[in-house]
Nanobody, 124 residues
Framework: QVQLVESGGGLVQAGASLRLSCAAS????????MGWFRQAPGKEREFVAA????????YYEASVKGRFTISRDNAKNMVYLQMNSLKPEDAAVYYC?????????????????WGKGTLVTVSS
C-alpha cells in the first residue's frame, strides 16, 4: 500500500509557473507507475500526465504537452509536476495517483491509490 500527499498548489496569474509535488510513503515506490489528474469545478476528473516506474516513459494530455513536465525521484519517493505558462483553464484540484502495474495509463480507473489533492487557481 502507498499513501500519497500532494503539495505546491496555490494562486498564480496566467503565464506563471508552479511545481506540484507528491510525496509517497512506503518502500516500494519505484514499483508504481504514477500519474497526475485534475478536476475543475463542475467537471469530471481528467488525465494530465503519467510516468512509468523508471521514468523512461512519460505521457501528457494534449492541452498540457509542452507546458507541463512530469518527473520522479525514486530515491526520495517523490513525483513532481512542473507547470509552466499556466492558463485559467488549468485551474483545478490536482491529484497524484499510483498504479502498481508496469504501464503508463491515462485512465483514472486504472489507478489504485490517490492523494487528497492540491488546489491550483489561475487568475487571468
Amino acid at each position: 500500500q502507498v499513501q500519497l500527499v500532494e503539495s505546491g498548489g496555490g494562486l498564480v496569474q496566467a503565464g506563471a509557473s508552479l511545481r506540484l509535488s507528491c510525496a509517497a510513503s512506503g518502500r516500494t515506490f519505484s514499483s508504481y507507475s504514477m500519474g497526475w489528474f485534475r478536476q475543475a469545478p463542475g467537471k469530471e476528473r481528467e488525465f494530465v500526465a503519467a510516468i512509468s516506474r523508471s521514468a523512461t516513459v512519460t505521457y501528457y494530455e494534449a492541452s498540457v504537452k509542452g507546458r507541463f513536465t512530469i518527473s520522479r525521484d525514486n530515491a526520495k519517493n517523490m513525483v513532481y509536476l512542473q507547470m509552466n505558462s499556466l492558463k485559467p483553464e488549468d485551474a483545478a484540484v490536482y491529484y497524484c495517483a499510483a498504479d502498481p502495474r508496469d504501464r503508463v495509463t491515462i485512465h483514472d480507473y486504472d489507478m489504485t491509490y490517490w492523494g487528497k489533492g492540491t488546489l491550483v487557481t489561475v487568475s487571468s
